[in-house]
């Protein structure tokens, strides 16, 4: 079994920053597989927001937050982040840590995740 765990959600003004932490555990190497985070609003369908490659050498991010969320993992941790700043109103959603241990690249496609986090909670005030 795989487990993920999302931290670091919360409440925040625009124009504020949060980082998301994922820890991941079970009985794989995660330091070998691609990780992703997406988001899902109220009303809206699941959407991709960055993916990192297994050695953290190789990201992708969504037109919608280039250049304003980063991230990043820490494989002797099995922990990957999304550091996020200049929040928007938009960016409010519930935000989901997956990883993909049929994959090494950067993947982008939430049909290539095997695994999930249970989500935590983005609510950017204006």
């Known amino acids: 079994q795989v487990q993920l765990v999302e931290s670091g959600g919360g409440l925040v003004q625009a124009g504020g920053s949060l980082r998301l932490s994922c820890a991941a555990s079970?009985?794989?190497?995660?330091?070998?597989?691609?990780m992703g985070w997406f988001r899902q609003a109220p009303g809206k369908e699941r959407e991709f927001v960055a993916a990192i490659n297994w050695s953290g050498s190789s990201t992708y991010y969504a037109d919608s937050v280039k250049g304003r969320f980063t991230i990043s993992r820490d494989n002797a941790k099995n922990t990957v982040y999304l550091q996020m700043n200049s929040l928007k109103p938009e960016d409010t959603a519930v935000y989901y840590c997956?990883?993909?241990?049929?994959?090494?690249?950067?993947?982008?496609?939430?049909?290539?995740?095997?695994?999930w986090g249970q989500g935590t909670q983005v609510t950017v005030s204006s």
């Open positions: 079970g009985r794989r190497t995660f330091s070998v597989y691609a």
């Open positions: 997956a990883v993909g241990v049929h994959n090494i690249r950067v993947v982008i496609t939430s049909a290539e995740y095997d695994y």
